[in-house]
């Protein structure tokens, strides 16, 4: 198997009920030069033995295990300082991702080398149905800010797709980091 280059970094706690569809769907991309990286903050539910089971089928998956509960912020954090691959991005541990989406958001990034990040659309489901568009921020740190925080995103940027050079600085998020210092693009 060649060697991977993207990491999908999964943070995850008390998800038995969707952790194996999410599973399957890392499992599933279009991508193969990946490595899924679970993180399952200490619970007290299947989620341990149904992330196992899934690594046992398949060797990209890495399984660790936290002894302590973290919470989200701390666990996302013990991921991407995993991280040994030139790209990565948070996969939401009950979240849904098409079979393209890591191939798609790669080509943006090699297509765009001064892109730091790339992000798509965002359709969100259960009792709160719509889209959130993607968008392209460009120009100066400043503006690229403004319209972080004036526009409609509502979590896509989360789901980016990240140059690990970004993770370069430990106690920072490296989305602040993508949003002052390179184009972040959006991928459709």
């Not at 892109?115 to 503006?143: M, W």
């Amino acid at each position: 198997m060649p060697k991977a280059d993207v990491t999908i970094c999964i943070p995850t706690w008390q998800a038995e009920p969707f952790i194996e569809r999410t599973l399957a769907c890392a499992r599933a991309q279009t991508y193969d030069r990946i490595r899924i990286l679970v993180s399952v903050d200490r619970c007290d539910d299947a989620t341990e033995a149904i992330c196992r089971n899934q690594a046992a089928q398949d060797s990209r998956i890495d399984v660790r295990v936290q002894e302590e509960r973290l919470g989200w912020s701390r666990n996302a954090h013990f991921l991407l300082d995993q991280v040994d691959t030139e790209f990565c991005f948070l996969y939401f541990h009950d979240d849904i991702i098409e079979p393209t989406y890591t191939e798609r958001l790669l080509a943006a990034l090699v297509d765009s080398p001064d892109a730091k990040s790339a992000h798509c659309d965002l359709e969100r489901f259960g009792t709160q149905r719509a889209i959130d568009p993607g968008c392209t921020y460009e120009g100066t740190a400043a503006e690229r800010l403004v319209r972080l925080l004036v526009g409609p995103v509502k979590g896509a940027l989360l789901r980016s797709m990240l140059r690990s050079e970004l993770l370069a600085k430990p106690s920072d998020f490296p989305l602040s980091r993508a949003i002052a210092s390179g184009a972040l693009i959006t991928s459709r």
